[in-house]
């Protein structure tokens, strides 16, 4: 018997918590960053409701249509150049999921070190310090991407409604009042308003660069988590009464609205602070809690937000799990606990060489970048878009009209068929010209 979910809000709930994770927070806010802000919020918004939000549904119905795993899901009545399209979407799941977990376990290593009172430094240069010196160290990343994979692995385990659900229903609301919590409390620090000013009032002249578009487009695909076969193989596990449509908005505009928060809790943060807002990737693990060691309570503040870093992490990090262990159990009849095993080792050696790349092997890098970063630019900004190309091509041009309608709930409506032509032209053809552009931009 295939798995199904509880219900249609365990279902959207556990997507949120897909959607939601280190792309919301530790990534939003640095790209933000370093893209100026409020303008890059803008062209950030639209590659969602114009590019995300139609693949989102594409893969949503592709995947019901389905109701098996991502590889399945391109083959029924498909030619021999779709039988193994899926794959594009699973390796991307799998690579993302490899240095993810390295993330994760730098967020969960600072949980840790916010509690026992070792991450607090005397000084701005001792956070520098301090993270450098964990992630530089040895084999300790290791142990911690290690830690997340096992949290996740466990929770994967017990399967669609008994583990992934269950966990995500009661941390999902939960992380989202603390993300309120901590941007109420951010605004009202004495000039976090210019934070605020910097992610809500743009700055036009942003929009003449345009890396801007390339990266407003990998971190759209990026946060909402398409390209990545996730949504196909959550929503093979869906029943007929979910309306596509709806539960696509609700996790977008979900997904949208935890980032814009989280903005929120951080940039007015650095601001009040003298913070850098473009730091880079180190934002969140050495301008913040710098920030947090100078507020009233920040102990207690800094080691809450790294708890809703880690969690948020975790609740993405099953879902990444989920696509390649959905292939193995429907295609290769393996048990789910032998899938989850074998997908969480392999998962692990791979995401060795990104655990490494600031320590044992930081002198290796590939034009200039750092072997994790290396990983995350080549997934997000090019393994992503072209996943989302083949899904968008399939469902839109290879899929009959109409079926492409029903199976997204749409039928033949007007708002139906802007969404197949979103899919047939729009969407296709920005993907198409952002990754040629890329390339020269850079
Ligand atoms: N969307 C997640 C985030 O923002 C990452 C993710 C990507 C999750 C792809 C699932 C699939 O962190």
Not at 75 to 87: F, N, S
Not at 115 to 122: F, I, K, N, S, V
Not at 155 to 171: A, M
Not at 363 to 380: K, R
Request: aromatic share 12%; glycine share 12%.
């Amino acid at each position: 018997m295939r798995e199904h979910w509880g219900s249609t809000a365990g279902f959207i709930v556990a997507t949120i918590g897909a959607a939601v994770g280190l792309g919301n927070i530790w990534r939003f806010a640095y790209v933000t960053g370093e893209n100026g802000g409020a303008a890059f919020l803008l062209v950030y918004l639209a590659c969602v409701a114009l590019i995300g939000l139609p693949l989102m549904i594409a893969e949503l119905a592709l995947g019901r249509r389905a109701s098996a795993d991502a590889v399945t899901a391109f083959q029924p009545g498909a030619g021999p150049l779709w039988r193994h399209a899926g794959w594009a979407g699973v390796v991307a799941a799998g690579l993302i999921l490899s240095y993810y977990a390295v993330i994760a376990g730098w967020a969960l290593r600072y949980v840790f070190g916010a509690a026992t009172g070792g991450l607090w430094q005397a000084d701005a240069a001792g956070y520098a310090a301090y993270f450098e010196g964990f992630i530089g160290h040895g084999m300790e990343p290791v142990l911690w991407q290690a830690a997340m994979l096992a949290a996740a692995a466990l929770v994967v385990s017990g399967g669609i409604k008994d583990g992934i659900e269950r966990l995500n229903r009661w941390l999902m609301p939960l992380l989202a009042v603390i993300v309120v919590l901590l941007a109420a409390f951010a605004v009202t620090l004495p000039g976090g308003m210019r934070g605020v000013a910097f992610i809500l009032s743009p700055d036009w002249s942003a929009l003449s660069r345009p890396a801007v578009y390339l990266n407003a487009l990998g971190q759209a695909f990026f946060s909402l988590g398409v390209g990545m076969a996730v949504f196909i193989t959550y929503a093979g596990y869906l029943d007929r009464r979910t309306s596509i449509p709806r539960a696509a908005l609700a996790v977008a505009a979900g997904d949208t609205a935890f980032a814009i928060v989280a903005g929120l809790a951080i940039f007015p943060a650095v601001f009040a602070f003298g913070g850098d807002p473009a730091a880079g990737p180190k934002l969140a693990f050495i301008t913040l809690p710098q920030v947090f060691a100078q507020m009233t309570g920040g102990i207690v503040i800094g080691l809450v937000f790294f708890l809703l870093l880690a969690a948020a992490a975790l609740t993405s990090m099953m879902s990444l799990l989920e696509v390649p262990v959905s292939v193995l159990v429907h295609r290769w009849q393996l048990s789910r606990a032998r899938a989850v095993t074998i997908v969480s080792l392999a998962v692990f050696l791979a995401g060795l060489p990104s655990a490494l790349s600031y320590g044992l092997l930081r002198h290796w890098s590939i034009g200039g970048l750092p072997l994790l970063d290396l990983v995350d630019q080549t997934t997000s900004n090019i393994l992503l878009p072209l996943a989302g190309l083949v899904c968008a091509v399939f469902v839109g041009w290879r899929l009959k009209p109409v079926v492409a309608l029903t199976n997204a709930d749409l039928g033949m409506t007007g708002v139906g068929w802007i969404w197949l032509w979103l899919l047939r032209i729009v969407v296709p053809a920005t993907i198409v010209v952002i990754l040629l552009r890329s390339s020269a931009w850079r």
